[in-house]
């Protein structure tokens, strides 16, 4: 390709601090866990990622186990990288994980450093690198010892093949745990990557305030919910969307009337501000500087471009806030 990135990407969008780490994040990062697998259309993956980049979007979040199948999104973005990107790898923060099921028999589950070698090792292979940014264990692991866990991604990082560690969807205590013993391990965690939206707000109480103390930073995943806090699925589900898909992740039945009366107030609030439901969906996870990033997920360009523009919205103020909590009680 003869992609050229827009020479104004980096004053598109604040990057913000991650925790106590030298690394700063851009406040909105693109996810390729959905429409990126086998047979996504490479002219519009090629589009998102340059969009993505244009935009100041430094940030890819992948994981072993993106597709369908399995492995394919790493594959996908592996080949636009490959095509274009190549030259701005010293530009890019490329995250993938292991930790839900990627192969047959013992060593493909879990968070044993048998399977989180081999898996790291089989993702650089498909991404055609020799080193990622930020390798996650992508959840908790009861049968493994915390201490393998974290010894195995603290020797990634020695090894070079990874040059932060994260944690994904551990629950605040066990995250502070396993925390406290990389950090012993001289490889610091980065960021616990959680879900958190306007209807995902369970980090809120306990697990925010742990990741500000220890100094590590917060990557919020699926802040629209999926789609849901967007203006996608008021009159009724387009053809072309998650919930229309093949997707497990997003069924029509979730979307009840009860959540459509909140996402209908949501998105009239969004309208008295003169701006997008997803925008407002953004602005709540960022408005604490403890997240680092918000992950979004993206169907075409235009949704990436969407979301940065988010950033230049006025802020939620205390009185903004206060009407959405009450649409959300
Ligand atoms: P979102 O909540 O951002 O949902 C993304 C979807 O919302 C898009 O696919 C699109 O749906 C819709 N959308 C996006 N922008 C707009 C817009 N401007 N207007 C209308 N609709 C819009 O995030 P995801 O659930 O996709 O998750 C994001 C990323 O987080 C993942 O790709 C992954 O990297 C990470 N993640 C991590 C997990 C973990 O366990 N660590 C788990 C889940 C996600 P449509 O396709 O219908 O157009």
Redesign the pocket.
């Known amino acids: 390709d003869n992609y050229l990135a827009a020479p104004d990407r980096y004053q598109r969008q604040p990057y913000r601090a991650v925790g106590r780490h030298g690394l700063r994040l851009p406040s909105i990062?693109?996810?390729?866990?959905?429409?990126f697998g086998e047979g996504s259309d490479p002219a519009k993956v090629k589009a998102m990622v340059h969009q993505a980049f244009d935009l100041g979007i430094t940030h890819f979040?992948?994981?072993n186990n993106?597709g369908p199948p399995p492995g394919s999104a790493e594959t996908t973005f592996g080949t636009v990288l490959k095509r274009s990107l190549a030259p701005y790898r010293d530009e890019l923060i490329i995250?993938s994980?292991a930790?839900?099921v990627m192969w047959d028999g013992p060593y493909g589950d879990g968070g044993s450093a048998k399977y989180l070698f081999a898996s790291l090792h089989q993702s650089l292979r498909r991404l055609g690198l020799d080193y990622v940014d930020i390798f996650?264990h992508?959840?908790p692991d009861s049968r493994t010892p915390l201490e393998e866990t974290c010894q195995a991604l603290a020797l990634m990082v020695r090894q070079g093949k990874a040059l932060y560690v994260g944690l994904?969807?551990y629950p605040a205590e066990l995250a502070a745990r396993a925390a406290t013993r990389l950090a012993e391990l001289g490889t610091p965690c980065l960021v616990n990557?959680?879900?958190y939206?306007l209807f995902q707000r369970e980090i809120e109480a306990e697990t925010l305030p742990v990741c500000r103390e220890q100094g590590v930073g917060v990557?919020a995943?699926?802040?629209?919910?999926?789609?849901?806090?967007?203006?996608?699925y008021l009159a009724g589900i387009?053809a072309?969307?998650?919930?229309?898909?093949a997707s497990p992740?997003?069924q029509p039945d979730q979307i009840t009337p009860e959540k459509l009366v909140r996402i209908r107030a949501l998105h009239a609030l969004a309208q008295q501000r003169g701006q997008?439901?997803?925008?407002l969906?953004l602005q709540w996870v960022l408005r604490d500087p403890v997240v680092s990033c918000?992950?979004?997920?993206?169907?075409?360009p235009?949704?990436?471009a969407?979301?940065v523009d988010a950033l230049n919205l006025p802020p939620l103020d205390a009185e903004w806030q206060q009407k959405i909590l009450a649409v959300l009680r």
């Open positions: 990062g693109l996810g390729l866990w959905h429409n979040d992948l994981a993106y995250a994980k930790g839900y996650y992508h959840r994904s969807n990557q959680l879900k939206s990557v995943f699926s802040p629209l919910a999926g789609g849901l806090l967007s203006d996608r387009p072309d969307s998650r919930a229309a898909s992740f997003l997008e439901l997803s925008q969906a918000a992950l979004i997920g993206a169907s075409n235009q949704q990436i969407s979301a």
